[in-house]
């Protein structure tokens, strides 16, 4: 038994593959590549393929196994100028798993139009399974990766209550779901060098108490004020809250952070 392979349509799959796993792997390590440096990675990974299949050692299945590590490396390579080993081995094994679930989607549509076709499948409408799989790969890691990066997602923070100028960096946290226990209003957390800086914007007659859990604590208690107002900045938006509520924090929040405030979302919400 044997199988008759069709050189030409075989680079033009791989080559269609390769640009979709370059796609996704940019996407999903933060990679960029020029149009031209893509198409002409994917070309060297397809031509490589094509030399492999027609080396004769062993089959054409042990042979592409084989050459999968080094073809990855090398499109990797040219497309995103990656010349780093741990982040070359990384992108093939990213690649790898984009590729092992653009399969399985690639193949879960081929079986269902195979049962409307009721024969073999053309190399056209393979092309076109193919793309459709992309776009269904393409658009759940675009979404997992700003989910990722709405939860790491800083702002800038003014308070004009305060004589001089302060702005400061807040953490975005979707995680963040701490209220005020009576109005039910969002409660922001602050550090403790932050809380001393703008203390005298603070109103006392606003003081708020606020229970919580965390993680390795089953329960505390926060004292928490409100400022008359919070200026929230990010990029060209900006948005003004009142009478915002914020509990101050004496651990959680490193004073050599990066960020001084945990951002409840509800503030960008509203």
């Known amino acids: 038994m044997y199988y008759k392979l069709y050189i030409d349509s075989v680079f033009i799959l791989q080559m269609t593959s390769n640009l979709y796993l370059l796609s996704l792997a ?36 042990i042979r592409i196994f084989v050459s999968t590590v080094p073809v990855s490396i090398c499109m990797m390579r040219v497309a995103f100028r990656i010349s780093h080993g741990k982040k070359l081995i990384r992108g093939s094994l990213v690649m790898a798993g984009c590729g092992f679930f653009l399969g ?5 549509i081929l079986n269902r139009l195979r049962m409307v076709l009721r024969g073999n499948v053309s190399l056209l409408i393979t092309l076109v399974t193919g793309y459709l799989s992309y776009r269904v790969l393409f658009k759940i890691v675009a979404l997992i990766r700003q989910k990722r990066e ?18 400061v960096q807040a953490l975005l946290d979707t995680g963040n779901h701490l ?32 229970p919580f859990r965390s993680v390795g604590k089953d329960n505390g208690i926060l004292n928490a004020y409100e400022l008359p107002e ?15 509520i914020v509990a101050i924090c004496d651990t959680g929040i490193s004073e050599e952070s990066v960020y001084q405030m945990i951002l409840h979302p509800r503030l960008l919400e509203d």
């Open 26 to 61: 940019g996407q999903i390590l933060k990679c960029t590549a020029t149009h031209k440096r893509i198409w002409m990675g994917a070309a060297i990974g397809a031509s490589m393929i094509c030399v492999a299949i027609l080396v004769p050692i062993g089959t054409v299945g």
């Open 104 to 108: 399985s989607i690639m193949i879960w």
């Open 150 to 167: 709405d939860c790491m997602r800083t702002v800038s923070i003014h308070v004009p209550e305060m004589q001089s100028e302060l702005r």
């Open 179 to 210: 209220t005020d226990p009576i109005s039910g209003a969002p409660v922001c957390l602050i550090s403790s060098k932050l809380a001393s800086q703008i203390r005298s914007g603070f109103r006392p007659e606003k003081y708020h108490v606020i």
């Open 230 to 244: 919070l200026i929230i900045e990010e990029q060209e938006q900006t948005v003004r809250k009142e009478h915002v």
